[in-house]
């Protein structure tokens, strides 16, 4: 039975480079190839759809399928150029989609007047801190930051400053925390 | 003027990288015919949103009706509200003596310009709507020819409500209804209460 590798000892020094960067190696470059050259077929039987199927009127299901492959195409392109810009360019892509999906996911949510600033330290410090903190290998406080940070300080009527003055006039206060 | 204009498209690139601001219109078109657009009104970035939804070609003949007490009161908001936003500054306070509210409204209607018109009256700290101000029934009986166009703003309020600094980048989406039938000596009452409907017909459902 082969011996695991001993694990790498944990040091809490920062901010330190993210550990070994990746090289566009010939596997990388194989997958990617094979997607895009993938893509190339679905785009060219898209088009040949919509000149022969449609005769280049709108159909539903046609440009819905189109808008699909474009829509792959970029998603591709961009995961494609984060893995090849390196580590950082990957945690870039995967912090800004995460600032996206809080985005959407709140805007979907209720939330009252005096959530603002609890709203505000998610979206500008602990969102971009917890991306930070992967990108230094600071794992020790990465697992701990959103379970216990935010969780005791964000719910209370006054985190870390004046409440906005509006949020005291007319509207009920929150019982809790 | 140059630097005014650039202000106002800075302004608006921002609104809408903000906010990722959607337009949907609902039984209206853009349209270059002089208009009222009346809103709900939660945030002071209330009008430039309304102004980021429209063609840039309609946006310069666009302009915001605003409270002559809050927006002249210091320098900034003086240059904000008189060369960027290009608004018409209304004294609203109830022992007025200076010009006629409808009749300065008027002139932009007559000039060809449309107007962006909060009915409220005043930034709404909750949900819904406030009941609306006589206003808009004096300028829709004045100019007949004036469309009203109800806007319903979906977010915005969450995202800079009134008393805040920074904003949160929640999305936001604007609904433009279908224009207001003409009064047809219709009550001041019933007039504004049909107004307010066709407002709150455009809100999502609540939750």
């Given at each position: 039975m082969p011996s695991l590798p001993a694990p790498a000892p944990r040091s809490l020094t920062w901010p330190r480079p993210p550990t070994e960067p990746m090289n566009a190696s010939h596997?990388?470059?194989?997958?990617?190839?094979?997607?895009?050259?993938?893509?190339a077929v679905f785009s060219l039987i898209g088009a040949g759809l919509k000149y022969r199927v449609a005769r280049g009127e709108p159909h539903g299901v046609i440009d819905n399928l189109n808008a699909r492959i474009k829509a792959w195409w970029a998603m591709i392109a961009l995961i494609g150029a984060a893995i090849w810009i390196g580590p950082w360019g990957v945690?870039?892509?995967?912090?800004?989609?995460?600032?996206?999906?809080?985005?959407?996911?709140?805007?979907?949510?209720?939330?009252?007047?005096?959530?603002?600033?609890?709203?505000?330290?998610?979206?500008?410090?602990?969102?971009?801190?917890?991306?930070?903190?992967?990108?230094?290998?600071?794992?020790?406080?990465?697992?701990?930051l959103i379970p216990v940070t935010p969780s005791c300080c964000c719910p209370s009527p006054r985190p870390w400053g004046p409440t906005p003055r509006a949020s005291w006039n007319g509207q009920p206060r929150s019982s809790g925390g | 003027m140059f630097v005014d204009r650039l202000l106002a498209s800075a302004l608006c690139g921002f609104a809408r990288a903000l906010t990722g601001v959607r337009a949907l219109w609902l039984g209206s078109e853009p349209d270059a015919r002089p208009r009222v657009y009346f809103?709900?009104?939660?945030?002071?970035?209330?009008?430039?949103?309304?102004?980021?939804?429209?063609?840039?070609?309609l946006r310069r003949r666009t302009r915001p009706v605003a409270g002559a007490d809050y927006w002249l009161t210091t320098p900034l908001r003086r240059f904000l509200i008189n060369r960027v936003f290009r608004g018409v500054c209304i004294d609203r306070r109830p022992g007025r003596s200076?010009?006629?509210?409808?009749?300065?409204?008027?002139?932009?209607?007559?000039?060809?310009?449309?107007?962006?018109?909060?009915?409220?009256g005043t930034r709404n700290m909750g949900d819904g709507l406030l009941p609306f101000k006589s206003g808009l029934h004096h300028l829709a009986r004045a100019h007949p020819e004036a469309e009203l166009i109800p806007v319903w703003i979906e977010n915005l309020g969450r995202v800079m409500p009134k008393g805040s600094l920074i904003p949160v980048p929640l999305l936001c989406t604007l609904s433009f209804g279908p224009p207001l039938a003409p009064i047809d000596g219709e009550s001041r009452d019933a007039f504004l209460a049909r107004a307010r409907t066709a407002l709150l017909d455009l809100a999502p459902p609540a939750d």
């Open positions: 596997d990388l470059i194989a997958v990617f190839g094979g997607i895009f050259g993938l893509l945690i870039a892509l995967f912090a800004f989609i995460s600032f996206q999906c809080l985005r959407e996911f709140i805007s979907l949510t209720h939330t009252r007047l005096g959530d603002h600033r609890a709203l505000l330290w998610s979206f500008f410090v602990f969102l971009p801190a917890q991306y930070w903190l992967i990108a230094t290998h600071w794992y020790g406080l990465f697992s701990i | 809103a709900n009104h939660r945030s002071h970035g209330d009008f430039v949103l309304i102004w980021a939804s429209l063609p840039p070609p200076g010009p006629n509210p409808v009749a300065q409204m008027g002139e932009a209607l007559t000039a060809g310009e449309s107007l962006i018109l909060f009915p409220e």
